[in-house]
């Protein structure tokens, strides 16, 4: 015999009270779980995905939706915007560097992202295997968007028009696979990465615009997109992405391109504080449901505990009359309060690790959208440390009342 | 072995009670008779442990337990006393081996399997080793309850009421076992009742009147 022992028995003895408690306490703590680890990732994902960019320029419309679609690629392009306006902005004194995008097209619902090798580079993206493209419509897939093709370099495909799975196909241009990156856990992953010419070449012939001018021939090429003129007057981009040369332009630099120009700059760090205030909401009524949940079990402990008082006040008796000081009444019974707690809290982490890894089974989405299941947080440490407090509170009154049992009453049946 | 001088307890200011002086022998046993409210189990307690604030003195092994504190005397009871109760008052959420080993493990001791096996013989309950408690008749369970204040072996068995709420068959069985592990173990014997079924089985007998 051990104490642990004891209070297993006495659990084992009300098998459906023991199941009840545990699994409310579980169903709380899973909620969380599932919360804790989703908007973990989400920050981590976001922090990640907007490192090294510190404002998005493109055409005027919704600041979020400029975000939304040209760092997270999740929603449409706001517009087009000149490459040469683009161009003299990248050579601003305040502008580090910049990267240009052309957005448009997606094949099976992957983003083509036309742009250069910087837009790789700021992600750290490496090759896993093949090469990068040497010429027009040659792209590079990110590591997701690979497996979920099951596609390797030397394969072709015609992209679409939108980020639809059914939109208007180009069949006229194929794309060829040329090179597969590395996973590095960014947007990188679930994208198709190309020349922003390739972009062109494929809308070009829809249009009927002028034929491509060979690349040698141009004498002054543009900054931003090599393979035409500087000054360009034709072409256009979706957006350019900006790293700042110094702090001052956090000031300046918003400010003289919305009221300056066409364009429109908007900053992910304020827009993504946005978007998470609006969803804040939802994270916040939900906590609070498992706050509810958790709550009703700790009350529906100290009730069961309190009751069994009265029908163990014998073995209460009894146990002390064998030896055992009134202490140890006292622990017997927070021990009780802490192992269900305990068990409800482990069994709920695990409940909310198992239903987060079936929701990434199921739902594709989720996978690009890179949540991973397994990962474990120290705050879920945090969590059964909680519990276990959780446990002593609620079974304090029932203990004090434990300790304090007259056993000469009780065993002398008045 | 138990030696009592000058005991007195007090229920509240009006009530009080007095006991005279005895002194009972190791190995002796020894029957405690009195109506009820004649203060037997009071008593009893009073040797046990399991009731404090009197004044007086009990001697049990040469310690004087009056003087001892709350916790050591949690212990020494653990050590030196086996109770046995009107009821049985087993543990019902474990098994019958369970409970025996209760004793050993809230006393500190070593929990023997040998010694469960050596005692479920003694008194007949071998088959019942893992029985539940709600599957035993009032006559196992009391035999169980006896099992488990011998297991220890400790210097004294004190029992209350221990055979009325059985009936005569299982109440010649359970006396008999009691006396024979006593005989057996040469452990002191204390037995409050006024089960007349017991009168004539011991020659030690300490007949406790109102106010005595």
Request: net charge positive.
């Amino acid at each position: 015999m051990s104490t642990i022992s004891l209070v297993w028995n006495y659990l084992k003895a009300k098998p459906l009270t023991t199941i009840l408690n545990i699994f409310l306490l579980a169903l709380g703590i899973a909620v969380i779980t599932i919360l804790l680890l989703f908007s973990k990732q989400l920050e981590e994902k976001i922090s990640r995905n907007t490192k090294g960019i510190d404002l998005v320029v493109g055409a005027k419309g919704s600041p979020l939706q400029l975000i939304l679609c040209n760092i997270f690629h999740v929603d449409f392009p706001t517009g087009n915007i000149k490459l040469r306006e683009a161009e003299q902005l990248s050579k601003h004194r305040l502008v580090k560097h910049a990267i240009p995008l052309a957005l448009g097209d997606s094949y099976q619902n992957f983003r083509i992202v036309g742009t250069n090798l910087s837009y790789a580079e700021l992600y750290h993206a490496e090759l896993e295997s093949g090469s990068w493209w040497s010429k027009d419509l040659e792209v590079v897939l990110g590591s997701t968007t690979a497996r979920i093709l099951k596609v390797k370099p030397g394969d072709s495909f015609a992209s679409a028009h939108g980020l639809v799975k059914d939109g208007q196909a180009h069949e006229e241009n194929r794309y060829v696979v040329k090179g597969i990156l590395k996973p590095s856990n960014s947007i990188m992953d679930n994208l198709i990465l190309t020349r922003v010419g390739s972009v062109w070449r494929v809308h070009e012939e829809h249009s009927e615009m002028s034929k491509e001018v060979p690349e040698k021939g141009i004498e002054n090429p543009s900054t931003l997109v090599p393979s035409v003129a500087e000054g360009d007057s034709t072409r256009e981009i979706t957006s350019l992405l900006i790293k700042y040369r110094n702090p001052l332009a956090v000031i300046q630099l918003p400010r003289y391109i919305n009221t300056q120009t066409n364009m429109q700059a908007a900053s992910p760090a304020f827009e993504t504080a946005r978007l998470f205030s609006i969803v804040g909401v939802g994270v916040d009524a939900l906590m609070g449901l498992a706050y509810v949940l958790i709550f009703i079990s700790a009350l529906s402990i100290f009730i069961a505990l309190y009751n069994s008082l009265k029908e163990r006040k014998y073995d209460l008796a009894i146990i002390r009359s064998m030896g055992a000081s009134r202490s140890k009444l006292f622990f017997i019974t927070i021990m009780e309060g802490t192992t269900l707690t305990l068990m409800g809290s482990v069994k709920g982490v695990v409940l909310g690790h198992v239903v987060l890894y079936l929701f990434t089974l199921l739902v594709e989405d989720s996978q690009k959208a890179g949540i991973n299941a397994l990962v474990f947080y120290p705050e879920e440490g945090l969590l059964l440390a909680g519990s276990i407090m959780l446990g002593i509170i609620c079974s304090l009154i029932p203990a004090v009342q434990a300790y304090r049992t007259d056993i000469h009453k009780v065993l002398a049946g008045n | 072995m138990i030696n009592v001088t000058n005991l007195r307890y007090s229920y509240s200011l009006a009530k009080q009670i007095s006991f005279r002086d005895f002194y009972i022998q190791t190995g002796e046993h020894w029957l405690l008779l009195g109506e009820s409210g004649s203060g037997k189990t009071t008593l009893l307690h009073l040797l046990g442990g399991l009731l404090t604030s009197q004044e007086g003195v009990i001697e049990v092994n040469k310690t004087n337990i009056t003087k001892l504190s709350e916790s050591s005397l949690d212990h020494f009871r653990g050590k030196h006393f086996g109770f046995v109760f009107q009821k049985n008052h087993l543990i019902s959420a474990l098994t019958v081996e369970k409970n025996l080993l209760m004793a050993p493990f809230l006393s500190g001791l070593k929990q023997d399997d040998e010694r469960v096996t050596e005692v479920l013989e003694q008194l007949g309950l071998s088959s019942k080793r893992n029985s539940k408690i709600q599957e035993l008749s009032q006559g196992q369970a009391q035999r169980v309850a006896i099992a488990r204040a011998v297991l220890n072996r400790p210097s004294v068995i004190l029992a209350d009421e221990p055979t009325s709420a059985l009936d005569d068959k299982s109440c010649d069985k359970v006396i008999g076992m009691l006396l024979d592990l006593a005989s057996q173990n040469k452990f002191t014997l204390v037995i409050a009742t006024h089960d007349k079924r017991l009168k004539d089985k011991f020659k030690n007998q300490l007949v406790l009147s109102q106010n005595s």
